[in-house]
T-cell receptor, first 112, second 111 residues
Framework: IAGITQAPTSQILAAGRRMTLRCTQD?????MYWYRQDLGLGLRLIHY???????GKGEVPDGYSVSRANTDDFPLTLASAVPSQTSVYFC???????????FGPGTRLTVL | SQQGEEDPQALSIQEGENATMNCSYKTSINNLQWYRQNSGRGLVHLILIRSNEREKHSGRLRVTLDTSKKSSSLLITASRAADTASYFCASSSGGSYIPTFGRGTSLIVHP
């Protein structure tokens, strides 16, 4: 693994289904983030984690949950997907005390 | 809500020309960053400029910051077709180190 990986690359999901997007980094960064990117709206922060064991809400947290059991992994869960959650999801990380973020390749999610 | 807003939304130039993108923000910042996103890819960090800096260079990139006007500009000199991408500014303010992203400028460089 080099940097940040996300899985799956893309997914089509029926509304009402539960879905977990996976994110793993190997840079030992303390902070991790989940963004969604929608056309015309740029990137919006969903949830973040400053360090393992802590999480926080971003700009658009409703309908999403996260956990940070260890430094490397930061999964994002949609408990009951809705069509408005159709988007491209990016995971990112940054070293503690620094602002530069490193992004994963993204997961394209379609909810029908 | 977006802290930073890029201008223009789209820019189309010929290879070899310079490309200038601007970013305006609303509140006082700790720093401002620029990122590039190629189609279908994640964002890549380009450069970070702190609130007490006025100009930074990195290769063909030049970033300026005018805190009195709450604005920043990204200049790409001698553009190449490979510079075709979307460019985002992101700024952090107050006690938060988490940057807020703008909507981006789509740059097309024609060979």
């Amino acid at each position: 693994i080099a940097g940040i990986t996300q899985a799956p690359t893309s997914q089509i999901l029926a509304a009402g289904r539960r879905m977990t997007l996976r994110c793993t980094q190997d840079m030992r960064h303390n902070a991790m983030y989940w963004y969604r990117q929608d056309l015309g709206l740029g990137l919006r922060l969903i949830h973040y984690s400053n360090t393992a064991g802590t999480t926080g809400k971003g700009e658009v947290p409703d309908g999403y949950s996260v956990s940070r059991a260890n430094t490397d992994d930061f999964p994002l869960t949609l408990a009951s997907a809705v069509p408005s959650q159709t988007s491209v999801y990016f995971c990112a990380s940054s070293a503690q005390g620094r602002d530069e973020q490193f992004f994963g390749p993204g997961t394209r999610l379609t909810v029908l | 809500s977006q802290q930073g807003e890029e201008d223009p939304q789209a820019l189309s130039i010929q290879e070899g020309e310079n490309a200038t993108m601007n970013c305006s923000y609303k509140t006082s910042i700790n720093n401002l960053q620029w990122y590039r996103q190629n189609s279908g890819r994640g964002l890549v960090h380009l450069i970070l400029i702190r609130s007490n800096e006025r100009e930074k260079h990195s290769g063909r990139l030049r970033v300026t910051l005018d805190t009195s006007k709450k604005s920043s500009s990204l200049l790409i000199t001698a553009s190449r077709a490979a510079d075709t991408a979307s460019y985002f500014c992101a700024s952090s303010s107050g006690g938060s180190y988490i940057p807020t992203f703008g909507r981006g400028t789509s740059l097309i460089v024609h060979p």
